[in-house]
């Protein structure tokens, strides 16, 4: 399958170089891109005094325009790549920044290493990195939950998901997928200003994340030395969780470390009362991130090998 074999090269190239400082400084990153031209169209349609009504016809137009246009630029040059391997690699190559592999495993070690050593101001710099929630308002055991469910959900919809459209549906699958996702983490929120603008893109991430959400979880359950427990919290706890996706790599993920996860959080002057994912086990303490590390590695290699079967056949 060619749309796998492209991924094999993408997580390859993504494993040994990530993306370099030196290359983001001088051209950015293919999301930083999205996420441009999702601002624009925030500025230029998204108007103050609009009613709902409106600003959901333009977040509706928003998300059709930039879908559009990741589909139709990951087309064409899908249509230009030569044929046979080289094609193959070529893919790869340009859907390499696609995918956050090393990138989110050096961003939660970030976390762990000062969290580990006590330095709980450069730990909440760290994981405010990867959260939404004001991190100046988590103890020692709040930031390495923050920092777990981020690994979780993350592990999902930046590694996973991405992977899973690239495989299916090439490298145009790979680009509307990572476009979707932008303009949900951009303007899928519940604020004043996004509930209705952002409607139509937290709507199409759901659906998107649907089943990678599901086979992440799978993965986090099958690979830990906990898998009947694991998949007992992600089927007994994932529908609890605010989102109807993240919670199950959260919730398996829980139960493979036996620790608990979600539950009540604060975003600036607001706190969110959640319920608690696995919520008759321990808080997570600093060694748990590492814990989870080892088992991300386990859920990478993994998908690798699951990927690679779909290459060979």
Avoid: Q
Avoid at 36 to 56: E, F, K, P, Q
Avoid at 198 to 211: K, P, Y
């Amino acid at each position: 399958m060619t749309g796998a074999a492209m991924m094999i090269v993408a997580l390859g190239i993504d494993a040994l170089i990530g993306w370099p400082p030196r290359l983001y400084a001088l051209i950015g990153h293919p999301v930083t891109w999205i996420g441009a031209l999702i601002g624009a169209l925030d500025r230029w349609i998204n108007l103050d005094g609009g009613d709902d009504r409106a600003r959901r016809i333009a977040g509706v137009v928003t998300a059709l325009v930039v879908i559009g246009a990741a589909a139709a630029l990951a087309s064409l040059a899908t249509s230009l790549l030569p044929g046979g391997w080289s094609g193959v690699v070529l893919a790869g190559v340009l859907a390499w920044p696609l995918v956050a592999m090393r990138s989110l495993r050096e961003h939660v070690e970030a976390v762990a290493a000062p969290l580990a050593a006590g330095d709980l101001d450069a730990a909440r710099r760290a994981v405010g990195m990867i959260v939404g929630r004001d991190p100046d308002r988590l103890d020692r055991n709040g930031i390495a939950r923050a920092s777990l469910e981020s690994l979780g959900e993350n592990t999902s919809d930046g590694i996973v998901a991405p992977v899973f459209w690239g495989v299916v549906f090439g490298l145009p699958g790979i680009a509307v997928y990572k476009a979707i996702n932008t303009l949900d983490s951009m303007i899928g929120h519940r604020s004043e200003r996004y509930a209705a603008f952002g409607w139509a893109s937290a709507r199409i991430d759901d659906v998107a994340n649907l089943i990678p959400a599901r086979l992440t979880g799978l993965l986090f359950a099958v690979v830990s030395t906990r898998p009947r427990a694991a998949l007992a919290v992600m089927w007994r706890d994932a529908r609890h969780h605010r989102s109807p996706n993240a919670g199950w790599p959260e919730a398996a993920l829980a139960g493979a470390l036996d620790i608990r996860l979600s539950g009540p959080r604060s975003y600036g002057d607001r706190v969110a009362e959640e319920p608690w994912v696995n919520p008759g086990a321990a808080d997570p303490v600093p060694e748990d991130i590492g814990r989870a590390l080892r088992l991300f590695r386990f859920v990478m290699l993994a998908m690798v090998l699951v990927v690679a079967i779909c290459a060979l056949i």
